[in-house]
Structure formats: structure tokens, C-alpha cells
């Protein structure tokens, strides 16, 4: 076990080594995107552990994802690190409210609750005005970076700091008793049960797991956009984040990744593409806010139907025909 | 008393939509054990083509029986398109192609008409008659309890009365003996969800007028309404998905009336976390649903 620990110790290190190398190379705009799938995947790793290993779908981690970044915006500003910590705990306490609500909720209930959890944020919002500042939202001030360097490559690093530490503990939970217990609920409740598992403590042990990482991710949107606002943790979000880990593959960590990659980098191809055509102003507006969607969409019903594996699994199988 | 008694009728009124919205996620889940999450960008995709129906040929009832048209050729083209093939892998994956759906939809809709809210007009004033100075229901409250009756009435008879209904429920119900016996079980899916949606379509003709407009996520929070509606009767009781709608119309219309429009969102998820903690198969179940 300790050995175990001791690689994804090392693999963490070196994939986090590799991508601050990397922000080297990008220029602020890249550095900025890398940054913002970094973001995500503290998000889609959480959510890819609920969905692909113990088999509940939520639409709430948009929410969850609200309550990290409300945190953040709402804490002073000086000690970035412990309002990021707070943030996690508000959101791992959101996350135990729900998830001890849910946990006795299946499938479609489920999704159904966390559904109704990712409409009430704009109305909590709004109905705390004096709080939360409603629609407008609040704006972050994070601590500036470093004189030595560049501000993008700075909440880069951050970000991928966020992943890297979530990766790691995620990584060594899936290889723990948990990881067994939680694959084991997933794939048969009874015999689960039999075995002496404690299904509903699981199920909400999961749930409280990713509701964690949504939180952090949360915090990191919004130490990145300097800025929260209800319309960033619209039903779209929570739909993004269920695509990247789908897509990806579930209940993979390399999957999660691959999905918070493609959130990040298919809106920017299909925009480069789109500018490139003669479309008049008011239709180009219509098509850059809803294509990236309509793509979106398209991808993961195609992916349902066709794909089982997602990005990963397609990956997996291409390396095995090589071998 | 009279601010009272207007919410009540005037929450009954909405009520009957979320009533029928729930219907609809009653009849597919029946059938094939799915909740349909795409219901909701489905009846507003109906609704859209309504607009432009009714903008065409300047008549509300034009767009009207565009919407159900529509309504029926959206829910058998999704079934025959995506359901009937997203159901064998798994019980998440017709959840998550439906999700899919919402973002394909609600994308389409907004590239074709924008994502700004269209005002909808009714077909009946909206303010209410005066009795005796009492402000009681507006004659549009009266024509939405009366379509949604109607259209009770009607699936009442095709279930209870006609072949096809029987069809209906012996596939629901067995669907390799009915498949033995000769029932066409895919056909027999298929209108299903053909009539499920054209029925949410109803409900969203129904309903949009009376909120902001019409936009691509009109029907997000109806949607939950009338899955809370559903939920009441254990997804799989018409009956109970009737009187769950109208339960949650008339508490909804309380919480609006009084506290404000925005507390209306967290009182459905208040709703629906009560039903489901209370009583987990619905007030109408009859068998357990699960043991674990």
C-alpha cells in the first residue's frame, strides 16, 4: 500500500513538474486556459468517482462548485490558502447535507434532487441580496502574484497545484478499502450489503468525496475569474462537467482529465472556426454562445450510444491492438 | 381571505400543468423505466415552433396544434433516434443521453431564435373576474384546468378503453409476454413517448405565458415542479402525479404569493426532498421499490 502511495506520489510530482514546465512555453492566453481545465478537473475527478465508481449521477455539482467560489469571494482576500481550505469545507458540508438527503434516493431521484439543489443557487443569490449581491455577484480579490512571474503563468500554477493535490488523494482513495467498497456498491447493492458493507454510509462517503473536489474547483474559478457570479453555476455547468467525465470515460482519473481538457479546448476550436466564416454580426453572436453547446450535446449523446468507454477507453483499446 | 382564495384557484391552475408535466414523465417511466430529463428542452422546442406558427398565421390555435404535432414527432423521433438504443448498456445511460438532449435542444433553439425571452400572448385575459368585488380566477386559469382536464379524460379512455391502451399497459407491464402475444412492443414504445411529450408540450403552451417568456431554459424549473409532482405518486401513479401536481401548484403559488417569486425554487427543492425523505415510493406506492 505504502508503495502504491509512494508511485502516485512520484507520478503527481512529475505530471504537476511537467505542466509547470509547460506554462514556459504557452503564451498568458494558453497559460490561462491551462489554468482553467486544471480548474475543472478538481471538479470532473470528484464527479468521474460519484458517476463511473459508485454509480450516481449528479446535476448539483455545478452548485457545489458555487459554494467553494462564494467562499472564496466572501473570505478576506489575505490568506488565499485558507479560504481555499474553507472553501473545501463548505462545500464537504453542503455535500453531507445532500448527500445524507440523497442517500436514500437512486438513479432518477437523485438526479432529480441535485437538479432542484443547481435551480435554487441563482434564487439564494438573489433572495440574500445583501450577501451574495444577486445576479451581479462579487468580485475576488486574490492576492497578486509574485513580481518574478507572469500573473497567468502564476494562477496556472495554482490551478494545477488544486489538481495536482486532488488527483493524488483521489488516486490513493480508489486504491483504498473505500475505492473497493465503493466499486463494490456500485456493481451489486445486495451482495455489497452482505459483505458487510455499510451501502448507504458509502453512497454518502462518495457523495461528500466529490462534493470536496467541486468545491475546490469552485474556489479555483473563482481565484481565476476574480469575480463569482450566479450565471457561471447555471444547469449548463453541472451538464459540462457530467459531459467531461462521460466523454472522458468514467471513473477514470485520466478520463476526468481528457474531459476537463476538451471543455476548455473544443469551444476554442469551434470559435476559431466560426470566425472564420461570413456570417452576419447577430448570427455570429447566436452561433458563438451556442454551438460549443449544440457540439456538446451532440458528442455525448453520440458517446451514450456509440462510445462506452469514452476518450480513455477508446485509448486503452488503441494501445492494447498496438501491443 | 380574497388574496387567499385567488392563489388557491390560481395555484390549482398552475398546478394542472405541473399535474400533466408530471403525467408525461408518469406514462415514459411506465413504459421503459426512464425518466425523461429531455422532456422539459422537448416541450419547449414544441413551443418554439408554436411561436412561429402562430406568428405566421397571426392565430393562437394554429400554434396551438403545432405544438402537439410537433410535440408527438419530437417524442417518437427521440425514442426511435436515441432511447431505444441508449437503454442496454446501463441504468445511467438513458439519464445521461437525455441530458445530452437538453443541451442539443436548448443549443438548436438558441441558435435559431437567440437567447433572448419572447413575451407569448394568451388566448384569454389573464386578469381575474371580479364576483361581488372578490377577485376570483382569471378566464385563462379556467381554460388551462379545462385542457388539462381534457386531456386526462382522454388518456384515461385510451388506457382504459381502447385496444391501443391495452397494448400500452401490457407492454409497460410484461413486455416479453406481450412481445409473445404479438403486441409490436417497439411500436407501442414509441407512441409512448410520442404522447408523453405531446402531452409536456401542452403543458409548456400552458405554462410559458404566464412566466417570463419564452426562452430555450423556460422549462428548467418546471421541469422539477413536475418531477416533484411525479415523485408524490411514486413515478409510476397517474393519479398521484394528478393530485401531486395540483399539491404542488397551490403550495407554490402560496410561497410566490407571499415571500416573493424567488422563494419558489427553494421550496420545490423543499417539496421534493420532504416527499422523497417521507415517503420514499411516493404517497401512492403500493409495493416497496427497494430493499437495500
Known sequence: MARVGLRHLTVTIAGASAL??????LDPFRNYQLATAAAYLCATAGLTLLIGLNGQVSLGHGALMATGAYTVALLPSGMLLLSVAAAVLVATLA??????????????????????????????????????????????????????????????WQAIAAAAVTLFVLANLLRSRFGREWRAVRDDEVAAQLAGIPVARTQVLAFVVSAACAGLGGAMFAVLAQSVSPSTFSLTLSLYLLLAVVVGGLGSLAGAA?????????????????????????????????????????????????????????????????? | MERFVFLTLDGLARGAVYAAFGLALVLIWRGTRVVNFAQGALAVASAYLAYTVTGA??????????????????????????????????????????????????????????????????????????????????????????????????????????????????????????????????????????????????????????????HPTAMDLVFVSGFTAAVVGG??????????????????????????????PVAVLLLLLTVLLLRPGGLFSTVQARRV
Not at chain 2, 163 to 192: C, D, N, Q, Y
Request: net charge neutral; glycine share 14%; aromatic share 6%.
Open chain 2, 235 to 264: 413515478l409510476d401513479s397517474p393519479v398521484g402525479a394528478v393530485v401531486g401536481g395540483l399539491g404542488v401548484g397551490v403550495v407554490l403559488s402560496y410561497v410566490g404569493g407571499y415571500l416573493g417569486s424567488d422563494a419558489t
Open chain 1, 20 to 25: 509547470v514546465g509547460l506554462t514556459y512555453l
Open chain 1, 95 to 156: 455535500g453531507a447535507v445532500v448527500g445524507v438527503a440523497a442517500a436514500r434516493l437512486r438513479g432518477p431521484y437523485l438526479a432529480g434532487v441535485t437538479l432542484a439543489v443547481t435551480m435554487v443557487v441563482p434564487a439564494v443569490t438573489t433572495m440574500a441580496d445583501a450577501v451574495f449581491h444577486g445576479d451581479q455577484g462579487l468580485s475576488v480579490a486574490a492576492p497578486p502574484a509574485p513580481l518574478w512571474v507572469a500573473p497567468e503563468r502564476w494562477q496556472a
Open chain 2, 57 to 214: 398565421t397571426g392565430s393562437y390555435w394554429w400554434g396551438l396544434v403545432a405544438a402537439l404535432a410537433g410535440g408527438l414527432a419530437l417524442g417518437a423521433l427521440v425514442e426511435l433516434l436515441v432511447m431505444r438504443w441508449a437503454g442496454r448498456a446501463g441504468p445511467l445511460e438513458p439519464v445521461i443521453a437525455a441530458l445530452g438532449l437538453v443541451l442539443l435542444i436548448q443549443a438548436l433553439l438558441g441558435m435559431v431564435y437567440g437567447n433572448d425571452f419572447h413575451p407569448v400572448d394568451t388566448p384569454f385575459a389573464r386578469t381575474a373576474l371580479t364576483v361581488r368585488g372578490f377577485d376570483l380566477v382569471s378566464p385563462y386559469d379556467l381554460f388551462v384546468l379545462g385542457a388539462v382536464l381534457t386531456v386526462m379524460l382522454l388518456l384515461a379512455v385510451l388506457f382504459g378503453r381502447t385496444k391501443t391502451g391495452l397494448r400500452m399497459r401490457a407492454a409497460a407491464f410484461a413486455p416479453e409476454v406481450s412481445r409473445l402475444l404479438g403486441v409490436r412492443v417497439g411500436r407501442v414504445l414509441t407512441l409512448g413517448w410520442a404522447l408523453a411529450a405531446a402531452v409536456g408540450a401542452l403543458a409548456a403552451m400552458l405554462v410559458i405565458p404566464t412566466e417570463l417568456g419564452l
Open chain 1, 258 to 323: 481528457w474531459g476537463a481538457l476538451l471543455l476548455v479546448l473544443l469551444p476554442d476550436a469551434i470559435h476559431s472556426v466560426t470566425d472564420g466564416l461570413p456570417l452576419g454580426p447577430d448570427l455570429a453572436q447566436r452561433l458563438t454562445g451556442n454551438l460549443p453547446l449544440a457540439v456538446f450535446g451532440l458528442t455525448l449523446v453520440l458517446v451514450v450510444l456509440a462510445v462506452p468507454g469514452g476518450l480513455q477507453g477508446l485509448l486503452v483499446r488503441a494501445v492494447r491492438r498496438l501491443r
